[in-house]
Nanobody, 124 residues
Framework: QVQLVESGGRLVQAGGSLRLSCAVSGRTFSSYAMGWFRQAVGQEREFVAAIARSGGTAYYAHFVQGRFTISKDNAKDTVYLQMNNLKPEDTAVYYC?????????????????WGQGTQVTVSS
């Protein structure tokens, strides 16, 4: 059984920073590609960032490019999302996901395992 547990979400002022963490247990973390998605109230879940299993290749949604950084620590079985210069429109529940084939992708349907999410609220 693979489990993903996100943490780090909280209320922050616009312009501030947060680092989300996602701890993975149950299988070989180093073989997974990982992704972050988010869902705001009344909106569909959307891609934020993804990283290949080696941690060497990353992809970002255009609206977070230059502000967010995804990283993967295979020694700690954890993926991170560093979020800087946060904006009110970044307010959402953030989910991490694992893709067992090791291929980073923006397609949420390709991911095999999901966490429960962590709430990020950015005040103006």
């Amino acid at each position: 059984q693979v489990q993903l547990v996100e943490s780090g979400g909280r209320l922050v002022q616009a312009g501030g920073s947060l680092r989300l963490s996602c701890a993975v247990s149950g299988r070989t973390f180093s073989s997974y590609a990982m992704g972050w998605f988010r869902q705001a109230v009344g909106q569909e879940r959307e891609f934020v960032a993804a990283i290949a299993r080696s941690g060497g290749t990353a992809y970002y949604a255009h609206f977070v490019q230059g502000r967010f950084t995804i990283s993967k620590d295979n020694a700690k079985d954890t993926v991170y999302l560093q979020m800087n210069n946060l904006k009110p429109e970044d307010t959402a529940v953030y989910y991490c996901a694992a893709e067992a084939g090791g291929r980073a992708t923006t397609d949420s349907h390709a991911y095999d395992y999901w966490g429960q999410g962590t709430q990020v609220t950015v005040s103006s």
